[in-house]
Nanobody
């Protein structure tokens, strides 16, 4: 099994910044794509950004220029730097990882963290 633990959420004023972290642990053979999703109250969970194992990034258009996803493969960690935060960014942010837990091609699954709350309010 693979566990993902997020941290770094909190309360921030509009225009402020936060950096989220997500550490993967457990039976990890390799980590493929990792990503951040968010779920606002009353809404479905939605993609924020994805980063591949070799560092290629993909962002939802509304996040481009404000959010930056990065990863440290040596630490099995993915980050989300969030700048110029807006009240509409308020949500629970979830980490996701496509992980290989064994050498066989089928020993692979997707995993979710427990989420970290981000609240943007004055």
């Amino acid at each position: 099994q693979v566990q993902l633990v997020e941290s770094g959420g909190g309360l921030v004023q509009p225009g402020g910044s936060l950096r989220l972290s997500c550490v993967a642990s457990g039976s990890i053979f390799s980590l493929n794509d990792m990503g951040w999703y968010r779920q606002a109250p009353g809404k479905q969970r939605a993609l924020v950004a994805i980063i591949s194992s070799d560092g290629r990034t993909t962002y939802v258009d509304s996040m481009k220029g404000r959010f930056t996803i990065s990863r440290d493969n040596a630490k099995n960690t993915v980050y989300l730097q969030m700048n110029s935060l807006k009240p509409e960014d308020t949500a629970v942010y979830y980490c996701n990882a496509d992980a290989q837990y064994g050498k066989k091609w089928y020993e692979r699954s997707g995993y979710w963290g427990q989420g970290t709350q981000v609240t943007v309010s004055s």
